[in-house]
């Protein structure tokens, strides 16, 4: 497929704009370097101290009080987390077909689902 002028054109503009930008972009991305460096240098000792702390505090290998085969919770209750689909889903609402089974959608016809429908002749 052949190029046009328009895009030809364009991107030798572009070209020429990223040379043209190419020391002031050193220059920025030096600075916000320096900065950075600085900031974490200072911030460093701090983090440190507070993930260390934090750490401690946490516990691994609690009980979960969620039920794994139903999902629930201890009282019964979905966490909060989960989506109403799968809420459904778990308690057997949304059944999904068989293997083997066709579903509804699979180009099969249906039943008229509409008054409308049922008087209509084609």
Same mark, same amino acid.
């Given at each position: 497929?052949?190029?046009?002028?328009?895009?030809?054109?364009?991107?030798?503009?572009? #070209?020429?704009?990223?040379?043209?930008?190419?020391?002031?972009?050193?220059?920025?991305?030096? *600075?916000?370097?320096?900065?950075? #460096?600085?900031?974490? $240098?200072?911030?460093?000792?701090?983090?440190?101290?507070?993930?260390?702390? *934090?750490?401690?505090?946490?516990?691994? $290998?609690?009980?979960?009080?969620?039920?794994?085969? *139903?999902? @629930? @919770?201890?009282?019964?209750?979905?966490?909060?987390?989960?989506?109403?689909?799968?809420? /459904?889903?778990? !308690? $057997?609402?949304?059944?999904?077909?068989?293997?083997?089974? !066709?579903?509804? /959608?699979?180009?099969?016809? *249906?039943?008229?689902?509409?008054? @409308?429908?049922? $008087? !209509? #002749?084609?």
């Amino acid at each position: 497929m052949a190029k046009s002028l328009r895009s030809k054109f364009k991107r030798k503009m572009r #070209t020429l704009k990223r040379e043209k930008n190419a020391g002031k972009m050193d220059k920025m991305l030096a *600075t916000v370097v320096a900065k950075m #460096t600085e900031h974490e $240098g200072g911030q460093d000792a701090v983090m440190r101290e507070e993930v260390s702390s *934090t750490v401690d505090k946490m516990e691994s $290998g609690g009980k979960s009080s969620l039920n794994l085969k *139903t999902m @629930k @919770k201890a009282d019964g209750n979905y966490p909060s987390w989960m989506s109403a689909k799968k809420k /459904r889903e778990l !308690r $057997g609402e949304l059944i999904s077909p068989q293997p083997g089974e !066709r579903s509804s /959608r699979g180009g099969q016809s *249906t039943p008229p689902s509409s008054p @409308k429908e049922e $008087g !209509r #002749t084609d």
